[in-house]
Each structure stands twice: as C-alpha cells, then as structure tokens.
C-alpha cells in the first residue's frame, strides 16, 4: 500500500500550529524573564509564579516590614538617650560609591533611641533579620535617600537591627550614628566581611579652659 499524500490543508493546519505554538513559548519565556531579571510583570504571570522575588527581593521585604505596627516612629530629628541605657556612637566616612552595613544585637520588645546624620544623602535600607530563620526572613522598614534618621524604634523579633547605607556621591561623606537603649554588641557588614564590634558611647566633650 502506498502511503496517501497529505492533503495540503491538513500541512497548513499543523504548520499554523506548530507556528503559534513556538510563539507562545517565546512569549512566555519572555514574560519570564522580564518578571525574574527586571520586575516587569505586565500579565501578573511573574507574582503567581514568585518571580518577581528573584528580580527584587527588598519589595518582598518592604511587603513584611510594612505588616508591622509601631516598629518605627520617626520624628523631627531629636534624640534624647536613656541615661539609664546604655549608649553608643559610631562614625564612619563613606568614599564615594562605598557602602557599609551597621546592625545592632537587639532584643524583642526592647526599644531604642537612635539618630543618624551624613554630610551629604546616602541611599539606605533599613531592616532587619531574626536569629531564628535568618535573612530570608528579612524585614525593611525604609529605604530612601537621605541626609538624616531619627525616631525610636522598637524590635519586633530578636536578631540583628540596622542600616545598609551607600554614598552614591562623587565626594566623601561622613555619617555620625547615635543611639540608646538595650543595646548589647553591633556587627559591621563591609563587602564579603563582617566584624563585632562593641558598644562606644560618644566621648565626653572636653570643658573649654577658663
């Protein structure tokens, strides 16, 4: 028996659809792609599928921070320590384009004072992460451009508390922090190194002669 000719109808048929199937794939990897490298997601195919996660994971963490209540309270730029706490100043100037991590040891509940002051604006990330689960449970509660940062701040778990800050300047900034409270070691994060460091409070300032 001889095999019987495609009829040419049935050939346009397959290669329509073999044509709009490739199509779709290319598009859907498209869209994948826009949502987990740039966070582009104009079908919402990348939020059901958490791809957007990959692209930019301080959303998700701004998303955390932001189901907390009375964690942070800003205010006009005033810091009055807690003379019956203990309390810590650290000084670091940042080059231009350099970046540092500061976070403090704190404990659930425990609130503290603090005051941050730069030379110029820094681009910060204000977070936080818990000993139990680590950094992928990461909270942030700010993340902005600016010269200053004051308020009380209360943690809402036990861990590791503080600022990423960048200078994103051409000139060096210098950043002052205060704070005051239960506070009891801090760790600096610079690149891929970190390092305890104790608690200083501000030296005291010398009386001017008579």
Do not use: C
């Not at 792609?33 to 957007?52: F, M, S, V, Y």
């Not at 730069?118 to 902005?144: I, K, N, R, V």
């Not at 704070?179 to 460091?197: C, H, N, P, Q, V």
Request: proline letters at 8%; glycine letters at 10%; aromatic letters at 10%.
């Amino acid at each position: 028996m001889t095999d019987q000719p495609e009829n040419p109808a049935q050939a346009s048929r397959k290669s329509w659809l073999l044509g709009g199937g490739l199509i779709a794939v290319g598009a859907i990897v498209v869209l994948v792609a826009l949502a987990a490298e740039w966070n582009i997601d104009p079908t919402g195919l990348g939020k059901a599928l958490r791809l957007t996660e990959i692209s930019d994971p301080r959303q998700v963490e701004l998303e955390r921070g932001a189901l907390r209540e009375g964690v942070l309270t800003l205010n006009d730029g005033t810091f009055t320590p807690d003379p019956a706490k203990p309390s810590d100043q650290w000084v670091r100037e940042l080059r231009p384009f350099e970046s540092v991590e500061f976070k403090y040891t704190l404990t659930e509940g425990q609130p503290i004072q603090f005051r941050w002051v730069a030379t110029g604006p820094l681009t910060y990330d204000m977070h936080a992460h818990p000993f139990d689960g680590g950094e992928e449970l990461t909270e942030s509660y700010g993340q902005d451009s600016a010269a200053s940062m004051a308020g009380t701040y209360v943690p809402a778990f036990t861990g590791i508390h503080g600022w990423f800050w960048r200078n994103d300047s051409a000139d060096n900034v210098t950043l002052t922090l205060d704070a005051s409270g239960a506070l009891t070691d801090s760790t600096i994060f610079e690149g891929s190194s970190s390092y305890k460091r104790q608690i200083a409070p501000a030296p005291a300032e010398t009386p001017a002669p008579e």
